[in-house]
């Protein structure tokens, strides 16, 4: 009996009892690179007035700006390996990717996705709580709340990275494809882990400064740190889908979907004082503002004095002046004047005199 050819068989059978479909299957894979593409440039437009603000204001950027641009690079480097490893199928269904798809050149993505996505959320989180030490510095309890916080999720992702290591990476003379991919396949609770720990860290985040500010307008600014909380607890409930086994890894395209929102609106997040600032500060106060607002402000007055004008002409149309002469016959049979009578009389709204 011949073997059957591995390129045949899928990952997983499918729950319907279809066959797989390996020529055109469902994939995520495009709707994943446009998301990412958009989210990235809206992340990089954010993060080019931030450091430019800073560096117009400051002269100098600091520890904050320094996470911020970590965690874009992060992002960045994380969603280009992912478009690789879903670009090679992993954005179908499981039982639509055949067995071969899993090769030692794909497992070792797998682990660098898993090596770079700690780093870049530490560093997006942290940048957040840099910046409020940035700004509520003098505030004892704050300054050291947020470093610990910092420390605290430091330990966690680099234990993360750790873990990540001893499951997936091979032993001394060990194949790829062989029982260390059972062993990083068996390590689907540390996205449980990962998942829960981000819901708290942006809890901690998004509450850390309202005894500050409690008084202050910041309705924006909660809507988008209450939308970084919903990423992370869709997120969360993403990751408990793949620990369950359920297609992971159509499940597993759509966390990265989620992943790279997660990133770069926390990166966006950071970056709305510094959008702030640059249109109070630099904006606001340059020749191209002026030049617009005068623009602006002759416009209004021209198109003011242009309705008073017209205005004043409707009233004016509004009335008709009649006059009336009467004359005298004399006795030689000349005529002369002799009174002028000067009427004026509204017009009607049908155009006709009223008398």
Known sequence: MAAMDPSKIPLAPNPS?????????????????????????????????RLGTNL??????????????????????????????????????TWDIPVTVMSASMMQLQVVIQFLIAPTLWAAKSAILALYIRIFGTITWMRRTSYVWIFLMALFYGMNIVIAGVYC????????????????????????????????????????????????????AKKYSLALVVLAIVSLYLRVIIFNGNDPTWN????????????????????????????????????????????FIFSSRKSQSSKQNLSEGHQNDSKTIIRETTYQVSEDGTSRASSNYQQQLPITSMGTKSQ
């Open 252 to 295: 597993g395209t759509i966390l990265q979907i989620v992943t790279v929102a997660e990133v770069f609106g926390t990166v966006s997040v950071s970056c709305a004082p510094a959008m702030s600032a640059f249109w109070l500060k630099i904006f606001s106060k340059s020749t191209v503002w002026s030049e617009l607002r005068s623009s």
């Open 56 to 93: 117009k204001l400051h002269r100098k950027l600091c520890l904050d700006d320094s996470l911020c641009i970590f965690a874009f690079a992060g992002g960045v480097c994380y969603y280009a390996v992912g478009h690789v490893v879903s670009g090679r199928g992993t954005g179908r269904h």
């Open 169 to 220: 990476v091979p032993r001394k003379g060990e194949p790829w494809e062989g029982a260390s991919f059972q062993r990083c396949t068996s390590s689907a609770w540390l996205n449980v882990v990962v998942g829960v720990f981000s819901c708290v860290a942006d809890l901690v985040i998004l509450v850390l400064p309202f005894p500050i500010v409690w008084k202050l307008h910041v309705s924006m």
């Open 17 to 49: 009892g279809a066959p797989p479909n390996f020529e055109n299957p469902p994939s995520l894979h495009d709707t994943k690179t446009g998301i990412s593409i958009a989210l990235i440039i809206i992340g990089a437009v954010f993060l080019a007035f």
